[in-house]
Structure formats: C-alpha cells, structure tokens
C-alpha cells in the first residue's frame, strides 16, 4: 500500500498487453534446511507440526528521491522498541517492505549498505520471536516517476515519456501517466536494460540475491514477491468499456459522459455503484473477464520467473504471490499457480491479496471472492494489506469500523491469515484498536484449528480445535487486556490444565498456554470476560 490512499474507483482501468518471456538460467544450490512456517493442507504449520495463525503487520515507510535520482528508504517506526510494541499488541509475524531501487541501486550490483539496515530489522524481529514476510514493494513503479518508489532508474526506459497527474489522489497516476504505464509495459516485455539483461531478468536475480542472503535465516518465513503489481498500458479502455455497456443505467440517473474526461468517467461510475451492490456485481461482469486475461499473461508468469530463481537457492520458503491492484476491490484475478523446478505445483505458495473498502457490502464481496479464488488453486489464503482503519491517510469518507468488524468476523470463519496496514506508535489508543486490530486468537494449535469467533457485545471468545497428540508443543491463544480489563474466566471442555502468562513483565496482555494431551479428540475453549468488581 504505502503511504496512501485507495478510493476504490482507483482500481477500475486496465491494459491487455502481450509480452515475450527470455528465462535466466542457474546452477540449482537449493538448501533442504525446514524454515519455520510450511505449509500442509492448505494450512500454516510450524516446525513442530503445529497449525499456525498470521497475525501480521506492516512496517511502514518513507522515501525521498535526490536530483540525481538517488533513492533514500527510511522505515516510519521501524525502530526495535516498536518490534517489542508489536510482539506485546499480539501479532506474531510482521511484513517489512524493502526496495528494488534499494537493492540493486545500479544495475547488476546490489547494495550491502541497504541490506544491512533489513539485516537489522530481521534481527529485532526475530528476537521478539516475529515471522519475517519480505515485501518487494513498489507504488507507480518506482525512480523516475515523481512521487513513486520502488523499481531503481536504470529499470525505466520510459525516462522522456510524459508524467501526467491532475487528480489529487495520487493513485490517478496509474490511470494517467503515460510514463508509467509505458514503465510497465517494459517490465512486462522484459524489455532489455543497460547491460543487455532483460528488466524482468534482473528482477528475478535480484529476488535470487535475497533468497542467497536469507536462506539460512529461520526468522524469514517467505518472499512476497511484487507489491500490487499493475498491468501496464492502455489505462481508460476496460472502464470506458463498461461506461458505454452502463450508458442505460446512467441516463437513469441523468447521467451523461460525453463530455467527461476518462477521471470524470471514473469518478462518475463509483459514485454510482458503489451504494448499489447489485449494479456493483454488473459492472464486474464486465469487467472480470479482461483482466483475469491479462493478470493470466502477464503477472502470472513474471512469477514464475521469479520463483524459479529463488527456488534455485531455497526450495521451502513460502512465496507470496499478490493479485493485481484491481483485486483489492472484487474484481476477479487471474494469478495464477507457479510450479517448482520439478514442474509440479509449489508447494510453498501463498495467495496475497490485499483488501480495502469503505462499503461493507463490497468488502465482503472482495473478501468473498478472495476466498474463492484460494481454494480455487489449493493454497492458503494471506491478507497481505488490510484496514488502515486509523485513516491517516484520509482513505475513508465514512466511518470504517462496521468494514472492519466485519472483515475480522470472515477472517474467523474462514481461517485465513492476515497483515494490518500499518504500524504507528499510538496504535493502541485508537478507536479500532480494541477488539478489530487486538482481538483473541489462537496463534498456534497442537493439532488442527476447527474453528474460532469473537463476539463485540458479548466479548466471549470461543475456539475448537482436534487435538493432534502427534503435535509437539502446547497451543497458544493470544487475550488481549483491552478486551478483558478485568480479566478472563476460562472454560475448556474437556477439562484440562492451562496457565496464562504475561507476555512481558508489567505489560498487561497474556497468552494462554494449553499442554496437549494424548487423546485425540476435540478440545472447546470458552473465554468470558470477569464482571467489574
């Protein structure tokens, strides 16, 4: 996401663009060390063969590009005191974006300095026991387009193209910079750079750098391996497309587009459907089909490419593969499956969408089809990006909350994993805080997590999961202080021994810690909160 705003209009137009693929060759030196998170049947599962639950949250950042297109990367918060902050308010893994500009800042030689300041943030991470996803982030494409970051300068070929950006909300660059489209485009193409490599090439052998620095280290848990990648040229064709298919609908509403500039026509069409869920769902029809296309031509096999340069060096680590940024609003995605060197499907896979909305209605029908499309390829699902609900950088119009709940509720139904957008330092003291980003968890199951919900009114907490006697290692739920200030009260059924403990000394959230026991069978926990005195 970045520091940013996504109305949901921002996510509409799209390019169909073909492109020639030239793969990178390399000597397999695949380590078989097991990293700390795999993944079994569609589930997250630890070292010990315990089910686990992502509870993540970005780290945010900054950035500033210098007259000579130097690229400087501070991380906002991204001190040790906040790991431990985070490690306390209950998450157990945390995104940390880094920078291809950061990288490979000159093509073909990659940055020690850069990689040092990530070598310390793992290395917090990893002494508050946090699960490290690197974020190979990107927003407009990167140096070289005013107000991006991302991809280093010798990777845009594009330099002389126009930048065009009028709408005040940035993300309109994507709809109106020819540069950055015409960026894209030679991503895509894996148009050559200065040394005669293909763009997309030096991508994936960058990707293979890392996974070389970061294969023996148990704190980094997968690769996520392009931040809401976007698909190139020919920006207004799909929407304007369906604001001729929608013309009906709008001279209903009194509504003509002729003499509407493309961000008119934009703006126009969400302010229609947006309050409408039924005309929502129309106006996806249209426009699925396209760009499940193009994710299916474009992104799909740019990861591919990729993954195979990392899993020439680690062949268990997860890779995290994103939809297109015109998923984050329900339109349906092509990504696709990648294979391992042995063309079978990778079984370290992961879907990482991200997810906003200020429309209820249309969240869950983005979350929804999220789900869907997991259980579509048989990989577990990861919310890379969701919430912001702290609104700083004035997203919302409405109230998020009611979104919020509601999204919290269908990641307890249906068990998928997660990353907050994003860490700030008073995260704890604002409104969304109790009960949506603190809620209780299981954050590890001896055995295999039925299911769990947590009620707002009621504030009971309930979780069931088959015992495993199998499983090594106790199961370990997360009980926030903000939701039980006067305590919990425990029910397990049947009964058995537990403790809770502190997660740190004087600070007042608690884990509750469940030995396993050697019968398998289905243990019930309840949590109620303790009346005032």
Known sequence: MGKKQKPSWFYIAIPLLLFGCRGVTAE???????????????????????????????????????????????WEHGREEAFQRIRQWGFNCVRLPIFWAGVEPTCGRYDEAFLKQVDEKIAWAKKYDLYVILDMHQDLWGVGVPGARGAPPWALPAKDTPHLHEAAFWGMAYLESPRVQAAFDAFWANRKGPDGVGIQDRYALAWRHLAQRYVDEPAVIGYDLMNEPFQGSVLPGVILGSAAQMANELQKKGITLDAATPTERIELIHNIIQDDPNLYRQWLAMVDAPLKLSDAMLITPMYQRV???????????????????????????????????????????????????????????????????????????????????????????????????????????????????????????????????????PQRIAGELIGYDYCDDSRIFTCYWQIKPAVAGESVIFIPEVCYPQGVEVILEPKTSYRLEVIEPDRPNQRLIIPTIPNETTLKLILHPKPSS
């Open 28 to 74: 397999p030196d695949v380590t078989d060390k097991i990293p700390a998170i795999t993944i079994k049947d569609g589930r997250f599962i630890d070292a010990q063969g315990g089910e686990v639950i992502l509870n993540g949250i970005n780290i945010g950042f900054g950035s500033h590009t210098g007259p000579d297109d130097t690229f400087k990367i501070f």
């Open 307 to 441: 993954a195979r340069e990392i899993r020439s060096i680690d062949s268990h680590r997860l890779i995290f593969t994103t939809t297109p940024i015109t998923a984050n609003m329900g339109i349906a995605s092509g990504v696709g499956r990648i294979n391992s060197i042995d063309g079978q499907p990778d079984p370290g896979q992961v879907l990482a969408p991200h997810a906003y909305h200020e429309v209820p209605d249309i969240l869950q029908l983005t979350v929804e089809r999220l789900v869907a499309h997991a259980k579509g390829l048989n990989v577990p699902l990861f919310v890379g990006e969701w919430g912001n609900l702290e609104n700083i950088d004035a997203m919302y119009q409405r109230d998020p909350l009611p979104g919020a709940r509601l999204f919290r509720n269908m990641m307890e139904t249906n068990k998928f994993s997660a990353a907050y957008w994003s860490y700030q330092n008073d995260l704890d003291h604002r409104p969304s805080f109790p009960g949506i980003i603190a809620r209780p968890y």
